[in-house]
């Protein structure tokens, strides 16, 4: 095989290991310290840099460099009219005196600096018009001077180069945008729910029984999403959901809420518009998650369908208003109200045992126990049921058999009903 078409596979193969290696999506310096060292090794070169544009598109600073210590001094400006030259694909030869011309300031204020480093050849890094940054390349191993075909094999390899830095760039400033916009993002959601939790304090000062009803809610509601296995985005949802349940009550007269009596049927229709006045209010509003209004409307619902405003029934219920219905509920029975005390764990579990499959759905109810003996057996070290339940809820041990045994009823219940038995 003749020299010349081994140098020329030799070359071929050599942009080919560049190209791999500037699509490789590792780290970027060694990319670019590999893809100087191709370079060089493709035409023997005993020393280069590869020089980049920073902070601005005046002054250029080595990221890689062979052959000329450890520490890559140079520290280079480009002015206009080189800067010109290098865009239209001009080398700079520093043996070749006819270029000073076009390079004069350059070699004027680095001249001296490249030759005591013994550059010869900087050949610029041009992406699409811009001037990415330079290739300062020495002498070649065996003293020849460059070819005319030598420097078309470096500006190939170059514009290689330049190609990869600039992706890298871009990729740099993509992901900055992105984390920008995330941080964004972030905040408008934490705004968001700073909002929501305001109007859920609002909502609840209006009751004076009730304060802290409303964030108990939707803290209850995003632990029996998270237990249903809901991802974050879902039970954060769940939880702006139990938050506004009951926003309807701002256009609920404050004394038929503050009643300490059971109210009479009159009253009553008052209260029991507050589902649909919620609805209303909240419809017009872009919420980032689904159904906020609708599990509003109807987290009075029932599965036997006696609730209320609907009268909807099983599957005609959103499971996030089953959720919310049920964390509802749950504060109810565990909070003091001035026509009741609240109730033991027990009384609850009861309750749950009786309601189940009539006002609460299975599933639901299966993933508050579940979530409550994880806390009250130390399965989990979160304590958020119980913290929201207070210091002086005593006794929730004694309700760990009625818990587990409600569980496994629930389970054999479902696994029944999937199998076609029937609910038993």
Sequence with gaps: MQPSAQKLIHTFAALADLGQEIANPGDFKDMVRTSLHLLLGTLAIRRGAVTEFVDSQEHLE???????????????????????????????????EQQNGLFAGFIGRHGAELRREAIELV????????????????????????????LEVVGAMVRHI?????????????????????????????????TVRAFAAAIDIKDKYTQGHSERVGKYSEIIARELGWDDEQAEGMAIAGYLHDIGKLVVERDIINAPYKIDAKASTELNRHPTAGYEILAPIRHPYADIPLMARYHHERLDGTGYPDGLSG????????????????DAMTTDRPYKRRCSFCDVVDDFRRNTGTQFDPQVVTALCRALLKE??????????????????????????????LVTEL???????AAGGGPG
């Design 62 to 96: 080595c990221i890689a460099v062979w052959g000329i210590g450890k520490e890559c001094g140079f520290s280079l400006a480009v002015g206009s009219p080189e800067r010109e030259a290098f865009v239209e694909g001009h080398s700079l030869d520093l043996g070749a």
């Design 123 to 150: 050949s610029p890094m041009v992406v699409r018009g811009k001037l990415v940054g330079l290739v300062l390349l020495g002498a070649k191993a065996s003293g020849e001077p460059f070819t005319s075909a030598d």
């Design 162 to 194: 330049g190609v990869g830095i600039n992706g890298n760039r871009l990729l740099a400033q993509v992901e900055q945008r992105a984390e920008e916009n995330r941080r964004l993002y972030e905040d408008l959601r934490g705004i968001y729910r700073d």
């Design 315 to 330: 599957d005609q219920i959103p499971l996030g208003a089953k959720i919310v219905a049920l964390a509802d509920s749950f």
């Design 376 to 405: 009250i057996t130390g399965e989990t070290r979160e304590r958020r049921f119980l913290k929201m339940l207070g210091k002086d809820y005593l006794k929730a041990e004694e309700a760990i058999p009625m818990l587990q045994q």
């Design 411 to 417: 389970d054999t219940q479902r696994q029944s009903v």
